[in-house]
């Protein structure tokens, strides 16, 4: 069986970490590792790959940034060329990027056969560029791999049969618990000159959230005032810290000192920070669902999720971007008052074995 696995940004790294360590395990399958290059920063993808025990990909696409059009139109022209040159019986992507859509779309064309793994998530949002990449991959994936059953009702309720659809777990969380240990050997804390508990972890990089002028001022007066209650670290993304210059609103960062800017940081690092803070805010997906399997609260500022496994089961709570709405909420946690959540069904670090062994029956 010869599988050409497609990764495009660093959350698809984390995911696909878990197939290719599992197929190692196949001598009867061939692999290659494409990288699309839709986001790359040659130093931090490096230590994603060396922590995560990845190969250095095969094929290397070097598409770069550009607008959803140009990236899109990029990755299928040179994928198209991938593909003919190595013939896989199957592509596997994995969650919800621009490079996801294209290469799903492209094998599609070209009558090879694509799994999709995280298949079925709905924010129902379809302003939110991924929401658009997520209903296009499932609905011409031949096989959909999905983490929970609201994701299972989201697609046959879409039409997709029934025969399908795989309910194997989160690939995501096989990799947090392989490497868990290894991260809690780290005090990331410490570099901070903090205790565990003793801060809150912010990440903040959606469109919708930096480049809405009125938003992103919005989100950086409610973290104005809870950073006085408790210090809040942020590995800040580049887009956001470029917007916060054009805005004007770097002085509502430096009346803000407890708000403290750092370095983005690599998986294990960032695990590390996550484990020990007293909350996260967040408007990432990804992270709504380790905090669920942390056990720490997890306030996500977005109008929508395409994972409300992580609210209904999980612990995080949905609080938009009202800085009222948001304050409120990060004093009731703060005060003690937040909920336990458990774990949710099949997150048990072993998605990527079910979802190996699905493919052995079927090719």
Not at 24 to 43: E, F, S, V
Not at 123 to 129: G, H, I, Q, V
Not at 139 to 155: G, Y
């Amino acid at each position: 069986m010869n599988i050409l696995n497609v990764v495009g940004a660093r959350p698809n790294l984390m995911k696909m970490a878990p197939l290719v360590e599992e197929m190692q395990r196949h001598p009867n399958i061939h692999q290659t590792l494409l990288h699309t290059g839709q986001h790359y920063d040659a130093k931090m993808s490096q230590i994603f790959f060396d922590q995560l025990g990845l190969p250095q990909p095969d094929i290397y696409l070097g598409i770069g940034s550009g607008s959803h059009a140009e990236q899109t139109a990029r990755v299928m022209l040179a994928f198209e060329q991938a593909l003919l040159e190595h013939q896989p019986d199957l592509v596997i992507v994995v969650g919800d990027v621009n490079s996801t859509l294209a290469c799903t779309i492209t094998a599609a064309k070209l009558q090879v056969p694509v799994a999709h793994v995280e298949a079925g998530l709905r924010s129902f949002d379809r302003t939110m560029p991924e929401e658009v990449n997520r209903l296009v991959t499932d609905v011409l994936s031949d096989l959909l791999f999905t983490t929970s059953p609201d994701a299972d009702e989201n697609l046959q309720r879409e039409g997709i049969p029934p025969e399908k659809i795989f309910l194997v777990g989160n690939v995501m969380i096989d990799t947090l618990f392989k490497h868990r240990a290894r991260a809690e050997a780290l005090d990331m804390p410490a570099q901070f000159n903090l205790k565990s508990g003793q801060y809150a972890l912010l990440t903040l990089h959606r469109p919708s959230n930096v480049d809405e002028p009125g938003v992103l001022k919005g989100l950086l007066a409610a973290l104005s005032a809870i950073q006085q209650e408790i210090p809040i670290l942020f590995p800040a993304h580049p887009r956001t810290l470029r917007r916060i210059e054009e805005f004007g609103l770097q002085a509502k960062l430096d009346a803000a000192p407890h708000l403290r800017l750092i370095e983005p940081l690599g998986y294990l690092e960032f695990l590390n920070l996550m484990m020990h803070a007293r909350l996260v805010l967040t408007d990432s997906g990804g992270i709504q669902e380790e905090t669920t399997i942390l056990g720490i609260p997890c306030l996500t500022l977005r109008e929508n999720t395409e994972r409300p496994i992580t609210i209904t089961e999980g612990t995080n709570e949905l609080v938009g971007v009202d800085p009222q709405r948001i304050v409120t909420a990060a004093g009731r946690i703060l005060a003690g008052q937040h909920k336990a959540g458990h774990l949710p069904r099949l997150w048990d670090g072993h998605a990527a074995e079910r979802i190996i062994a699905i493919l052995q029956q079927r090719f």
